[in-house]
């Protein structure tokens, strides 16, 4: 085997720490940068927050970080790189292990949002054990309780449920299940309990009054024409039902006015919360983005430290150092986040005026080239700066990314944004008559005739994405 030597020349691109974590606290939303954050701090000693009196004082000598301020900044560019165990039997001492949940018994508005506090589970045995239901009886109705979905649906079918509790249960028979079921549907909400959506319907006019209005209609309906009403075939319903269209429409009206998903408002609250990035306002007829001061950390060196280090150096402390080090590029890093931010969205404002004008039927088309181009940038970096950041304006709340779209031709020569044609065609679908509703076909003519060439079924895809019906459904009865 011979030996020898070969110089070779090549080029790679090496990431170094402090560019990684520039990287990373890029594409982080504000939220999770405070948690990324507060790691850090608990991490590095010589890492601290500014008192909340010393940070007003500098700021109020510091102006105001606005997108004029920041024009001349410079960026390098980013390169592209708990669930319950099934009940199924309980003895008495089990069922004294609940409480019974405390409310007001006049709020039984349950689909305003979630109750706070309790699960559907909970609140059905909360009911459960207050019960006059025998030890057995309960046994059964908590096993079919444990088997309800998130909607307050019924999934498995009663069989499979009667097999799974044969074991636990001796002699038990379908008719006790069944029973079972029916003491379960007669609980809050009305309508749990319900295999398919007719049947939660129909137990809900159930609990109606007598008296009510197309009570009876709307339940003949619910139990055998349910899926007419969804198709809107009106001459077939008129004709099965025997009844006119004002009956028919009331009808109609009392079971929309049901709650489709009697369990959905139960459950832990799943709010999300969404600190704005950049605030954008109109300066003396320009319009201006400037940063969240409330959303930027105020962080600095810790002093004492960072003076003990200095006046030991010789002796030493080199984890101190590599501790000092880090937090300066700690520092500068979510700087150098926000300013890139706040030139990434005014380069936005100033492509999107007629958007802040006249809203979205003024959206113009905007691609990351353009941005990224405007500021200098990669496009891999105006991604990761567009992606979980939000701009607060006078007309909501938008991501970064809400701005840019795709285009369409015009007869003109010029282009569409998508999102200009989706308002575009809510508008037609809100201004049209609901006895002619109007096709895909018709909004495409429509929008042709005001210059925006548009197939039918790029019409129809907007028009979903929108969660507008087609017009079969759009037509009233």
Not at 342 to 357: G, M, N, P, W
Request: glycine fraction near 4%; aromatic fraction near 4%; include cysteine.
């Amino acid at each position: 085997m011979k030996h020898s030597l070969q110089l070779k020349l090549g080029q790679h691109l090496t990431l170094t720490p402090q560019l990684q974590q520039s990287i990373r606290l890029l594409q982080l939303s504000t939220l999770e940068l405070n948690q990324e954050l507060e790691q850090m701090l608990q991490d590095n000693p010589l890492l601290e927050r500014e008192e909340e009196d010393e940070a007003s004082y500098t700021t109020a000598e510091v102006p105001a970080h606005t997108a004029e301020a920041e024009a001349q900044s410079t960026e390098t560019a980013l390169p592209d790189h708990a669930e319950s165990e099934p009940v199924t039997a309980l003895d008495d001492s089990d069922w004294n292990d609940y409480s019974v949940a405390s409310g007001d018994d006049e709020d039984n508005d349950y689909t305003q949002g979630s109750i706070s506090g309790a699960t559907l589970r909970e609140h059905l045995l909360n009911q459960l054990i207050v019960s006059p239901l025998t030890l057995r009886d309960r046994t059964l109705v908590a096993a079919l309780i444990d088997d309800l979905d998130d909607s307050g649906f019924l999934t498995q079918p009663l069989e499979d449920i009667t097999a799974s509790l044969q074991t636990e249960l001796e002699e038990l028979e379908p008719e006790e299940l069944d029973t079972a079921l029916k003491h379960l549907q007669n609980m809050d909400p009305t309508g749990v309990g319900a295999r398919n959506l007719a049947e939660c319907l129909t137990l809900q006019l159930r609990a109606l009054p007598p008296d009510t209005p197309a009570r009876d209609a709307a339940m003949r309906l619910t139990t055998h024409y349910l899926d007419l009403l969804a198709a809107r075939d009106v001459g077939k319903l008129k004709k099965m039902l025997g009844i006119d269209d004002a009956a028919l429409r009331t009808a109609r009206a009392l079971i929309l006015s049901l709650n489709p998903r009697p369990g959905a408002a139960f459950g832990a609250d799943d709010t999300h919360y969404v600190i704005p990035d950049v605030y954008v306002r109109k300066v003396k007829g320009m319009w201006i983005a400037s940063l969240n001061a409330d959303a930027m950390p105020k962080l600095r060196v810790n002093r004492v430290y960072a003076d003990i280090l200095a006046r030991h150096r010789e002796s030493g402390g080199s984890q101190l150092a590599s501790q000092l080090q880090e937090a300066r590029w700690l520092i500068k890093n979510v700087q150098q986040r926000f300013d890139t931010i706040l030139r990434v969205s005014q380069a936005i404002v100033d492509r999107q005026k007629q958007f802040f004008e006249h809203g979205e039927v003024a959206m113009r088309p905007l691609v990351l080239r353009e941005i990224a181009d405007a500021v200098e940038l990669h496009e891999s970096t105006i991604s990761r700066v567009t992606t979980q950041k939000y701009m607060m304006t006078p007309r909501g709340l938008y991501e970064l990314k809400y701005f840019f779209g795709s285009h369409v031709s015009t007869d003109s020569g010029g282009a569409c944004s998508s999102t200009a044609i989706r308002a575009l065609i809510k508008q037609l679908v809100a201004a049209e008559s609901t006895k002619k509703p109007l096709s895909d076909g018709q909004l495409a003519e429509v929008l042709g005739q005001q210059g925006i060439v548009v197939a039918r079924r790029t019409v129809a895809k907007y028009r979903e994405s929108l969660q507008i019906p087609p017009a079969n459904m759009r037509r009233a009865l």
